[in-house]
């Protein structure tokens, strides 16, 4: 009779790792879209900075001194040096932006699909 208990035990302990398994990949997307989901936040209040340090500086006089952080060290600039600097700065972060909104819909995408295939529902807790 042991050896009639003994497919179930290995059938239980497939099912098991099939479930583990599951919910590891599961975590990992769900770990995946938290930390771009984060960085896409970052990367917002990086472009609002930016405008913001442009609307400001804009209506200034060229030669006015003004100082800028640049690779941790403060340096002093005129308002005409820094504003093409800042607006390369703000489209390389816009840019950076976009394509980290791209991967974040690629990989909810994928999520979705991965789910639908492995017939994998979210139960949430109370």
Same mark, same amino acid.
Request: aromatic share 0%.
């Given at each position: 009779m042991s050896e009639s208990s003994s497919p179930s035990v290995a059938a239980s302990g497939? #099912?098991?790792k099939k479930q583990a398994d599951l919910q590891a990949q599961y975590n990992d997307y769900k770990s995946t879209l938290q930390q771009l989901a984060q960085k896409i936040g970052e990367l917002e209040s990086e472009v609002d900075e930016h405008k913001l340090v442009l609307e400001t500086l804009r209506p200034l006089p060229d030669s006015r001194k003004c100082f800028r952080m640049?690779?941790?060290v403060l340096v002093e600039r005129t308002v005409v040096e /820094?504003?093409?600097a800042l607006e390369? &700065? #703000?489209k390389g972060v816009e840019s950076v932006?976009?394509?980290l909104v791209k991967e974040y819909k690629k990989t909810e995408e994928d999520m979705k699909k991965w789910q639908t +295939? &492995? +017939?994998v529902? /979210? /139960?949430q807790g109370p």
């Open positions: 497939t #099912a098991s640049i690779g941790g /820094v504003i093409p390369t &700065n #703000a932006l976009q394509q +295939k &492995n +017939k529902q /979210v /139960v």
